[in-house]
Structures are given as C-alpha cells and as structure tokens.
T-cell receptor, first 114, second 113 residues
Framework: AQSVTQPDIHITVSEGASLELRCNYSYGATPYLFWYVQSPGQGLQLLLKYFSGDTLVQGIKGFEAEFKRSQSSFNLRKPSVHWSDAAEYFCAVGLTSGTYKYIFGTGTRLKVLA | EPEVTQTPSHQVTQMGQEVILRCVPISNHLYFYWYRQILGQKVEFLVSFYNNEISEKSEIFDDQFSVERPDGSNFTLKIRSTKLEDSAMYFC???????????FGPGTRLTVT
C-alpha cells in the first residue's frame, strides 16, 4: 500500500541553523511530491512541489527539497532557519494513476530556539 | 489568484446533529475532494468527486457522510448525525485535471460537543 513516512515527529533547531526534514514514500511509480506547512489552527500552505524534471526544487520562504528516486525520498531543507519557521510540516504524495488522492505523512513539528 | 474558499471557518454542533460544510472550488476545476485532519494528526483523504459522482472514498467516509454539488459553484460535505469523533478540521480541495495539482481551501474546524 502507498504510504508516506516522516521519521521525525519533533525537531528542535536554533535560529540561524540549517534544517533538514525527512520524507520517504512507498509507491510503485514516481508520484507527485509536496511539502506543506501548517501553523497551529491554520490551513495548509504549499511550500513547494515536484512533478517532474529538475530534482532540486525551490520553494517559498527559502525552502528547497530534493527528490531522490533511488531512495524514494523528498527531503526538505533550509540553510538558515528563522523563528517564524516554527510550525508543523507535512510531506504529501499525489498518486499518479488509478487514484488521485493525496497521501500525507504524519508531520514533523519544528521548534526554533532563539 | 483564484482560490478555494470554505464556509464556515468554525462550526460548533451538538452530537447527533446534521452539519453541512461548504466549499467553493476554483471555477474551472472539475475534480473535488474532501480531507479531514483530527487535531494533532495527519491529513486524511475522505472522498473524491467528479462529474457528479463519487470517484473514490476512504473507509472513513461511511453512510453518515455524503457529498453534493448542488449548483455550478458549491461543493458540500454533509454529516448526517455527528459524533464526537467527527471533530476535526475539514479541508476541501479541487483540481483542474484528474492528475493535476490539488488546491486546498483554508479548512473548516468542526467541533462536536
């Protein structure tokens, strides 16, 4: 069955430090890949997406993600974290055949220390 | 930029009551979806809808749930007899093509007391 794994439930980093959030998926083909950010009680904001082409994707707020087919991964990175980045981050895959729902990971809650 | 809208932003209802959550998808989109996020948990797919029919539904989407496109602009999710465990954030989404990007609305927070 298709699944998305975000192995880190909580991550704490200091402001200015680099960040990497991990995402692995299980799917027979290459899916569409997304990262969303959610502040408490708020909706989902799309950070970036991968459909095809260049495997390094740039998004908003200085985030980037790299698709690695061999590892079935789509890790999110940011070189220097700001206090306002504290939020929950969800990786999602969009299945590309048979069914077109999104499957979300369980999320990673990011805490930023001043 | 066109966006998906949802009303109300927050709905409080008593257990056993019927609720209707409303969504206005992007105008030229043809595929519509509902997702649910229980507090502190991940977002889960409920149902997809195309051409006035349900395309797919999850095991969560039981007989208490129904969806409808009553006119050319609205897409609704009805819960017939709400339970405490229906308390969640409900997200509507739409896409122009079956495998196209889904655009999410801001969500409706449903609280069942």
């Amino acid at each position: 069955a298709q699944s998305v794994t975000q192995p880190d439930i909580h991550i704490t980093v200091s402001e200015g430090a680099s960040l990497e959030l991990r995402c692995n998926y299980s799917y027979g083909a290459t899916p569409y890949l997304f990262w969303y950010v959610q502040s408490p009680g708020q909706g989902l904001q799309l950070l970036l997406k991968y459909f095809s082409g260049d495997t390094l994707v740039q998004g908003i707020k200085g985030f980037e993600a790299e698709f690695k087919r061999s590892q079935s991964s789509f890790n999110l990175r940011k070189p220097s974290v700001h206090w306002s980045d504290a939020a929950e981050y969800f990786c999602a895959v969009g299945l590309t055949s048979g069914t077109y729902k999104y499957i979300f990971g369980t999320g990673t809650r990011l805490k930023v220390l001043a | 930029e066109p966006e998906v809208t949802q009303t109300p932003s927050h709905q409080v209802t008593q257990m056993g009551q019927e609720v209707i959550l409303r969504c206005v998808p992007i105008s030229n989109h043809l595929y519509f979806y509902w997702y649910r996020q229980i507090l502190g948990q991940k977002v889960e797919f409920l149902v997809s809808f195309y051409n006035n029919e349900i395309s797919e539904k999850s095991e969560i989407f039981d007989d208490q749930f129904s969806v409808e496109r009553p006119d050319g602009s609205n897409f609704t999710l009805k819960i017939r007899s709400t339970k405490l465990e229906d308390s969640a954030m409900y997200f509507c989404a739409s896409s122009i093509a079956v495998s196209g990007e889904q655009y999410f609305g801001p969500g409706t927070r449903l609280t069942v007391t």
